[in-house]
């Protein structure tokens, strides 16, 4: 299985971008990348997934390394909302055989 | 993505008996839905794989006979944890596969006393 390495925690003030890094050496050329948040006692919630390309949704940015060694996720303009565990995560298997196995995550917190 | 229901959001019970836990897809026929634990301070840990109409899929280390899981339905998911005893405490949440996506539920925090 690929696994993920992140920092253990990460601050940043409000307003400004959030720049969250994660590493996975290991990874294989169909393994998607997947980037949830769980804020604390709540279920995780999605915010990003990508293959090989940068992605961009309403939530943050997706960049992942030409080899796909390693990926930023970029919420651009962080709040106090945003505070939360960041977990990155690359899928194992595809389709109804693959899964998603947490690591250790990043716990980021935005102060004023 | 896919609207996910989990029941009961808590739930105290006394040590040897069991507890169901309920995870609903609400708009999407989930063939395949997964069962996680997570202690405090901890993150996810996965469980197991639950399929629609056959034997879950559990991971290694984990008891399939304490933690029984259940997909009769496309639509439902249940995970009983048998005699449970208090080292059962944590939170437990489910997840529904569509296609590439994944959607968790909000979590059933589970207390043995």
């Known amino acids: 299985d690929a696994k993920t390495t992140q920092p253990t925690s990460m601050d940043c003030a409000e307003g400004r971008a959030a720049n969250l890094p994660c590493n996975h050496s290991t990874i294989s050329g169909n393994e998607y990348v997947y980037w949830y948040r769980q804020i604390h006692s709540q279920g995780p919630q999605y915010i990003i997934h990508?293959?090989?390309n940068n992605e961009t949704n309403e939530m943050a940015s997706l960049i992942i390394t030409e080899d796909r060694k390693s990926s930023t996720l970029i919420l651009p303009h962080a709040t106090l909302r945003d505070t939360a565990v960041y977990y990155c995560i690359v899928r194992v298997g595809s389709g109804t055989a693959s899964k998603l196995t947490f690591g250790t995550g990043t716990r980021l917190q935005v102060t004023l | 993505g896919a609207v996910v229901s989990q029941h009961p959001s808590r739930v105290i019970c006394k040590s040897g008996t069991s507890v169901k836990i309920e995870c609903r897809s609400l708009d999407f026929q989930a063939t395949t839905m997964f069962w996680y634990r997570q202690f405090p301070k901890q993150s996810l840990m996965l469980m197991a794989t639950?399929?629609?109409?056959?034997?879950?899929?559990?991971e290694q280390g984990v008891e399939k006979d304490k933690f029984l899981i259940n997909h009769a339905s496309l639509t439902l998911s249940t995970l009983t944890v048998t005699s449970a005893h208090p080292e059962d405490s944590s939170f437990y949440i489910c997840?529904?596969?569509?296609?590439?996506?994944?959607?968790f539920g909000s979590g059933t925090r589970l207390t043995v006393v």
């Open positions: 639950s399929n629609e109409g056959s034997k879950a899929t559990y």
């Open positions: 997840s529904v596969q569509y296609g590439d996506g994944y959607t």
């Open positions: 990508g293959l090989k």
